[in-house]
């Protein structure tokens, strides 16, 4: 987060003192920052998600994998247990505060792996061109010729199910399209004074990608950062409903979902919560992707 | 314009058979793998040394493709069906022919015999979805071009932002437990078998709409966010990945489901089949809106 989120930080760290320059340019922008409502109900969500999954022990009113004997006769939501008893009878809000955990870590963590790979990729075929990118280019045609459940799929199941496994799918699902993106930008970036003055001063191709051309491309990364991030935490949602998520016990929201499903005539909330929780986790990150694009667009 | 369409088939072509390779290599990258799964879990170790001898599975992964390739492209006979194997793996189209995907462990019998009729039916659930979503999009597409920048703009972006954020297993659970189980106006299950309580036709409803939501919303954000052009490709890929999803959920016959199930079992003809059968797809709707947009634009067809 470079853009907006460092004129916050910049703002608050310099309070009213003597006017610094370049503050004068930053003021509206951070003005319409806090006026938009979009971004402002989205980041929202994800603080609460984020605060949710930091402070797990101190909300969740159980461990996520006790089972409550108590609960057996009646799973249904009561003063014990707010959201009901799962059909294993485990407290569904204590795994649900606890399934916030590994999403909010698997996702990010996994699409910054894949905008390194894709960032790597796309890069050099924009800056080379000539057969670097044309090889580059078929390499994403063809990866993004898969629809990208099917690919999930696949790659889980040969896999196996794990963490780790997870990352690597969305690194190999998510990286050809960030490629793809950054060539575009690359191709667009290089053509400008700035480039071409570092050519001038005989800068390493390396040095003109890193310094002068990715930071000038932060902006449609960023966004593209945040619509990925929904996407992400879907298709994880997904391959939990699939049972092809983290492996039990671990609270894993699709799973929640999973298990829920055969029991849905007689116990609808076992699936409803859950899914609750992913809906607005994944609404924050695409209400920011959209909040931040009418920033730059003006609107 | 000729050059156009023989550039854009030679590309198709490349990339299908890039594809393939990658499916290959994912699913019979471990030699002994491949003859443990064609036999099942209750094959002896020496069983499953024989196939492995028999099959030359010995022999390098690229030479294995080339195998591979061969047999489905009808050019060689399938080796499982050999009798000397004493596998039992009968065939009645023969040990040759075009779309020959070798067995289905799970199932005994030929891919070729359960995956065409699993394809049709998700064509038919995709289809209808498709003759749903089409004029939905262009209405709402219209709605907000006209308005742009005014409330029900605004209203309509809002509406596909909240509605891509529901993944498709969250809307059927959310739908199902509204229609099927509160209210009972629509079966829970489409497991499309006739004299069932529920008629056929209602078994497409809550599927179709699951599918219309995700996508319509979807694809909104995506043109809105101007990285693709408008066009039928985008609609197709995602409609695609829905398919699986709302497959499962609601137990639907279709291809979909057939992977998901094959790919938890193991089953590595079927899972190669149908991972094969959705990239040519994914393929050729790419083909089909390339060549049709050129046909549509002539700033593209002279340049």
Same mark, same amino acid.
């Given at each position: ?299 | ?117 699993? $394809?049709?039916?998700?064509? *038919? &659930?995709?289809?209808? !979805?498709? #003759?749903?979503? @089409?004029?939905? =999009?262009? %209405? ?123 790919? $938890?079992?193991?089953?590595? *003809? &079927?899972?190669?089949? !149908?991972? #094969?059968?959705? @990239?040519?797809? =994914?393929? %050729? ?19």
């Amino acid at each position: 987060m470079t853009g907006p989120a460092t004129d916050t930080a910049s703002a608050a760290a310099r309070p009213s003192a003597q006017p610094q320059p370049g503050q004068a340019a930053r003021r509206p922008r951070f003005r319409k920052l806090r006026r938009s409502k979009v971004l402002g109900i989205g980041i929202a969500l994800i603080a609460f998600w984020v605060a949710v999954a930091i402070l797990a022990p101190l909300i969740a009113p159980y461990g996520p994998n006790i089972q409550h004997t108590t609960a057996l006769a009646n799973p249904f939501p009561s003063s014990d247990h707010w959201f009901g008893a799962d059909p294993l009878r485990r407290d569904i809000f204590s795994r649900i505060v606890w399934g916030a955990r590994p999403v909010l870590l698997v996702a990010p963590a996994a699409l910054f792996c894949a905008n390194v790979v894709g960032i790597a990729i796309g890069m050099s075929a924009g800056f080379y061109g000539g057969w670097v990118d044309e090889l580059c280019s078929r390499v994403i045609d063809v990866l993004l010729s898969f629809p990208k459940i099917v690919l999930y799929v696949v790659l889980i199941a040969s896999l196996g199910p794990s963490a780790l496994n997870i990352v690597v799918a969305v690194i190999l699902v998510s990286s050809p399209g960030i490629g793809r993106l950054v060539r575009g930008l690359t191709i667009e970036l290089k053509t400008r004074d700035f480039v071409t003055a570092a050519r001038m001063r005989a800068e390493s191709g390396f040095y003109i990608m890193l310094v002068e051309i990715l930071p000038n491309a932060r902006g449609p990364l960023i966004v593209d950062f945040c619509m990925r991030m929904g996407y992400t935490i879907i298709a994880i949602g997904v391959l939990g409903f699939l049972g092809l998520g983290l492996p039990p016990p671990n609270p894993d929201w699709g799973g929640m979902v999973r298990e829920a499903t055969p029991m849905l005539t007689v116990y609808p909330y076992m699936a409803i919560f859950p899914s609750l929780a992913i809906i607005t986790l994944v609404m924050g990150f695409n209400l920011v992707a959209d909040g931040l694009q009418d920033l730059d667009h003006g609107r | 314009m000729t050059r156009f369409i023989l550039r854009r088939l030679a590309s198709a072509l490349f990339t299908m058979v890039a594809a393939s390779l990658i499916v290959f290599v994912l699913v019979e990258a471990s030699p002994g793998n491949v003859a443990r799964k064609t036999l099942g879990p209750f094959a002896s170790d020496e069983q499953v040394q024989i196939l492995y001898e028999r099959l030359q599975l010995n022999d390098s992964l690229i030479v294995r493709y080339g195998r591979w390739l061969g047999i489905i492209t009808g050019l060689r006979a399938d080796p499982l069906q050999n009798p000397s194997l004493g596998l039992k793996f009968h065939d009645r189209r023969g040990d040759r022919y075009v779309g020959n995907f070798g067995f289905s462990t799970m199932m005994k019998i030929p891919v070729a015999d359960v995956i065409w009729q699993r $394809l049709a039916n998700s064509a *038919a &659930l995709a289809g209808l !979805a498709f #003759l749903v979503i @089409v004029p939905l =999009a262009i %209405a709402i597409g219209i709605l907000a071009g006209l308005n742009a920048g005014r409330p029900l703009d605004r209203a309509i972006t809002t509406l596909s932002t909240v509605f891509a954020s529901i993944p498709e297993f969250a809307s059927a659970v959310l739908l199902m437990s509204l229609f099927a189980v509160w209210l009972g106006w629509l079966p829970g299950t489409s497991p499309l078998q006739a004299g069932g309580f529920w008629p056929i036709y209602s078994q497409f409803v809550l599927p179709v709409t699951v599918l219309t939501l995700y996508v319509t919303a979807y694809v909104a954000r995506f043109v809105r966010a101007s990285m693709i052009e408008v066009m039928a490709t985008p609609y197709v890929r995602t409609l695609m990945s829905g398919v699986v999803v709302t497959e499962v959920v609601f137990a639907y016959p279709g291809l979909g489901r057939l992977l998901l199930e094959t790919a $938890l079992f193991g089953d590595i *003809a &079927l899972i190669e089949a !149908a991972t #094969l059968i959705a @990239v040519l797809i =994914a393929v %050729a709707t790419q083909l089909a809106g390339d060549i049709g947009y050129m046909l549509l634009n002539p700033r593209i067809r002279f340049a």
